[in-house]
């Protein structure tokens, strides 16, 4: 039997079929096929001289949150790093896939390497997904760190070969500019969202803000392999994928929008663990869940509301704190 080929455009439609199939049924969340399936789509379009915005913000975007997932909480840096090469591939001007790249370059002590990513994520900051202003300020701090580690790798260089002469650095101390720098970068640790805004705090102010949560507002904290929640003085511990779920729900609440059912795929749960079909029930489980918790701190029983008439759910705008590690 001779097997049919098909064509670019019958496998992009294809594609496009198969995208849809798995945003309405896929598990919710993040999901690496859909990564990938989000990856062929926008090589093919590329290839075919295809240009559609949305849909390429939409495919990035799913892409971003994967590798960021697999980087943040699955810990799996490789995976990470590879899936950023390949939006960076398809969006080499991408202000926030090169900042998060040459964050995990930063950590593996690539300084080359950290530098030319950093320096791209500034140079253009025009795109779909900019930096916060933290972050350019960051960066910056990134760039001039990585570059005194390599003067202070090239000074030990020079003096081990001149182990006669002691290199002479007319009074400068690379280990303290080094330390001022690091210090910088302390005082942005920690990455906070609220209703206001987003900024970029260190430790003391974290533990400050932490012990002040005000009676009625909600304190998400994503900082602990075991996210909690907060209002007034009582916290309750909650799973990290309904810490996700919830921190998406209070970003549409700052925007005075919905969350449907949707705009979750690829959401991996244990209670689909079994079956990879999400329904509007499990969502509703997941939302009765989350209610309960935060009941429990003195919120409302439905802080988490159903929007009649759709498979969606809305906070009421509210005033909450969504504090994060700084993923840099």
């Not at 791209?120 to 760039?143: G, R, W």
């Not at 799973?239 to 209070?250: A, D, F, M, V």
């Not at 700052?254 to 969502?283: C, R």
């Not at 509301?305 to 993923?327: L, M």
Request: glycine share 4%.
């Amino acid at each position: 039997m001779n097997r049919v080929l098909l064509t670019d455009e019958e496998r992009l439609q294809a594609l496009y079929k198969k995208l849809r199939e798995s945003r309405r049924s896929g598990p919710i969340g993040f999901s690496a096929p859909l990564a990938q399936l989000s990856y062929r789509i926008l090589q093919l379009e590329r290839k075919l001289k295809i240009h559609d915005p949305v849909r390429r913000y939409d495919c990035i975007g799913i892409m971003m949150e994967q590798a960021y997932y697999m980087k943040t909480e699955q810990k799996d840096r490789h995976v990470a790093k590879l899936t950023f090469e390949q939006i960076l591939r398809l969006d080499p001007h991408n202000p926030e896939a090169n900042y998060r790249y040459a964050f995990l370059h930063y950590e593996d002590g690539e300084w080359v390497k950290a530098i030319r990513f950093f320096k791209a994520a500034i140079q253009d900051n025009s795109s779909d997904f900019p930096l916060a202003k933290d972050q350019i300020v960051k960066a910056n701090l990134f760039i001039s760190y990585c570059a005194m580690m390599l003067v202070k790798e090239s000074m030990r260089t020079v003096e081990d070969l001149k182990s006669d002469k002691k290199l002479d650095t007319e009074g400068v101390s690379i280990d303290e500019l080094t330390a001022n720098v690091k210090t910088l970068l302390a005082q942005t640790e920690y990455r906070l969202v609220s209703n206001e805004g987003e900024e970029f705090i260190s430790k003391v102010r974290y533990e400050e803000l932490e012990s002040n949560v005000e009676s009625g507002a909600i304190w998400l904290d994503m900082t602990l392999d075991q996210p909690y929640v907060k209002s007034g003085y009582q916290s309750k511990e909650i799973s990290r994928l309904n810490g996700i779920l919830l921190k998406r729900l209070l970003l549409k609440s700052a925007k005075q929008e919905t969350l449907a059912l949707a705009e979750i795929s690829g959401y991996q749960e244990e209670f689909v663990a079994e079956s990879h079909d999400v329904s509007w029930e499990n969502y509703r489980q997941k939302i009765r869940r989350l209610n309960q918790r935060l009941s429990d701190v003195g919120l409302p029983v439905q802080f988490i509301q159903h929007v009649t008439g759709t498979q969606s759910y809305k906070i009421e705008p509210c005033k909450f704190s969504i504090i994060e590690n700084e993923a840099n």
